[in-house]
């Protein structure tokens, strides 16, 4: 009987670690093209996806409040003098910053996409981020619009400050982002003023660098520039970003590390980490307003 | 554990509301630089609860549905909560029901082993770009936000199958009065 039992386990458990093999050579071999597995995976995403988005607001509050409790441990030489003020405020103050937040960030991103960085055929519209891989592995987040909303993939996706990414899947009704952050990204960027060019290539694990890698020799890039997307365009080969987008500002460009790897490091505009709202940039008509 | 229907449709309840919760929530808090991950907690507590096998079926289904939701590799989260279901209810299997220290020690080790496959997956499958340190500091940080909500989170798993436990059931049944006043 114990045998028995035993045998049983085994076999369950080769059966599943088969299983997982099988699905991740499948769909590796798929590629970003799709197929079966990514047609059922989307299937289940879209199922899920108003469940996410209820989730998402009911959950809303724990989440801000525990977000609440990091930001006061970082400012903990004003905790002790504000603590018992705060306590009783802790709830009515929960729901005001997360409005107040949302206001602003909404702002932010009609402020950046109205400022002339939206090129002609581009119709911009606001999503919301619903979901968020949980490792650092996967830089990508989960936005509340999809191919239902005239969202494609390698759509433009802007956040309050500057670039956060660009779609790279698409449900009827959610689309995933992958964020400049993610280890598949690159971008052509121009550093202003001056005009040098590179690809901003991430540092995977450390959300707050950025790389800008393949510089010209000779330019000379000096700590505080600014980063834009280049948006170069070869014939029928053109750049996905539009030009202009802020991506972030230097913060380190010692002239032995231009001179040797032709690297400047920066860190990006956007709080990739806290983004409530962005823009994707759809390069065809949708049937959503934005 | 007895896994009747009932059971098995609140463990599947269970399992799709932390994996939606993980990626709405939990995913989305930050603690001390990085955040909690339940879903794994889940899956070790159903392993330490049920045993390997419901452990490592358990564990296999929220993974393939956080790699569905997540519209990811299909197999990476699912081969990691499965490994972590397994060793939690192999554990519980030869050594017994952990005291609250060995919980606690066993959801930090698990957490890292869920961060450790997921790496080795990630570097099997390529990664062009390069990778930081801070990856590694992740781990740990993780692991121990991991040890502090192993106990919360296995009793909050013990009361959704509390009927189904074998041990709830036999306390059930044990007298609580005097022996002498049952039999002259």
């Not at chain 1, 970082?74 to 005001?96: E, F, H, I, T």
């Not at chain 1, 365009?233 to 032995?256: C, H, M, Y």
């Not at chain 2, 554990?1 to 990626?23: H, K, N």
């Not at chain 2, 080795?120 to 940080?141: K, M, P, W, Y």
Request: proline share 4%; hydrophobic share 45%; glycine share 10%.
């Amino acid at each position: 009987m114990y045998r028995k039992q035993v045998r049983r386990r085994r076999a369950v458990l080769l059966l599943l670690v088969a299983a997982s093999l099988t699905l991740l050579s499948l769909y590796y071999r798929e590629g970003s093209s799709g197929g079966p597995l990514h047609g059922a995976e989307n299937v289940v995403s879209t199922v899920f996806s108003p469940i996410s988005s209820v989730t998402d607001r009911a959950l809303k509050p724990v989440r801000d409040l525990v977000n609440w409790f990091h930001e006061t441990f970082d400012a903990r030489g004003d905790k002790a003098k504000l603590q018992d003020q705060v306590a009783s405020l802790r709830d009515q103050l929960a729901r005001d910053q997360t409005q107040r937040q949302e206001a602003k960030e909404l702002s932010a991103l009609n402020e950046l996409t109205s400022g002339g960085i939206v090129p002609d055929g581009t119709t911009p519209v606001t999503a919301r981020v619903v979901g968020r891989s949980p490792t650092v592995w996967y830089s990508t987040v989960t936005v509340d619009v999809g191919s239902g909303d005239g969202v494609r993939i390698d759509d433009p996706v802007v956040a309050a400050q500057g670039l956060a990414g660009k779609v790279t899947q698409t449900t009827s009704n959610t689309a995933q982002v992958t964020l400049i952050t993610d280890a598949d990204s690159a971008v052509t960027a121009r550093v202003q003023p001056g005009g040098a060019t590179g690809v901003v290539e991430p540092d995977v694990g450390n959300p707050n660098d950025l790389q800008l890698d393949f510089l010209e020799r000779g330019s000379h890039i000096a700590e505080g520039q600014m980063v834009v997307t280049a948006g170069f365009s070869t014939g029928d080969l053109g750049s996905i970003f539009p030009p202009g987008i802020p991506i972030g500002k230097i913060t380190r460009a010692t002239v032995e590390e231009q001179q040797a790897y032709q690297r400047v490091h920066l860190s990006p505009f956007a709080d990739l980490r806290d983004m409530d709202f962005v823009k994707v940039l759809r390069t065809h008509s949708g049937k959503g307003s934005g | 554990m007895i896994l009747t229907p009932g059971i098995i449709a609140r463990l599947a309840a269970l399992g799709a509301f932390a994996a939606v919760a993980q990626l709405v929530c939990f995913s989305k808090m930050d603690v001390f630089g990085t955040d909690p991950d339940v879903v794994l907690l889940v899956a070790f507590s159903v392993g330490v609860l049920g045993g390997s096998l419901t452990g490592a079926v358990f564990g296999f289904s929220v993974g393939l549905l956080m790699d569905c939701l997540l519209l990811e590799t299909l197999g990476g989260f699912a081969l990691t909560m499965l490994c972590v279901g397994y060793v939690a209810g192999r554990y519980r299997e030869t050594v017994g029901r952990p005291t609250r220290g060995a919980v606690a020690l066993l959801g930090a080790g698990l957490t890292l082993l869920g961060a450790m496959v997921i790496a080795a997956i990630q570097i099997g499958t390529g990664v062009d770009a390069n990778v930081s340190f801070l990856v590694v500091r992740d781990a740990i940080v993780k692991s121990m936000i991991g040890a502090g909500l192993a106990i919360p989170v296995l009793l909050g798993v013990r009361l959704v199958v509390r009927s189904a436990l074998v041990d709830e059931r036999r306390a059930a049944r044990r007298p609580t009065g005097p022996r002498a006043v049952e039999a002259p």
